[in-house]
């Protein structure tokens, strides 16, 4: 046998460095925000909280009522039950009006949203 214990370790290293990912010389960034909820309403003006601010929620026949600390945010619509589930669970990112042609009458549909910030005395609507 003519191979060395050289000859052996240098084969290993390059049969692992082929199974190898390469390195990206790209420099990837990872941002990790307090997860949020967004509201879109009427112009596509979005409006974001943190979860965080959250102080209570409330689910009735009219709708769904956010309070915030510094906002009341009313949702109006029909069949709204899974999206007050998902805020209560803090597992929804965005609720924004839906488009008039989507409106079956069994799905869930946003009519509305307004906002009320409590240290403004204006409710974008």
Known sequence: MSNSADDILSSLKGSLKDQ?????????????????????????????FPYSYLRSSRHTKDGITVKTSDAIITVKGAHLESIYSF??????????????????????FVESISIHYIDEEITYE
């Open 20 to 48: 190898l990912p390469e390195k990206s010389s790209e420099t990837k960034t990872h941002e990790a925000g307090a997860p949020s909820i967004t509201f879109v309403v009427t112009g596509g003006w979005q409006h974001s």
């Open 87 to 108: 805020v209560r669970r803090q597992k929804i990112s965005e609720i924004a009006i839906s488009p008039k042609q989507e409106n079956t009458g069994k799905q869930t």
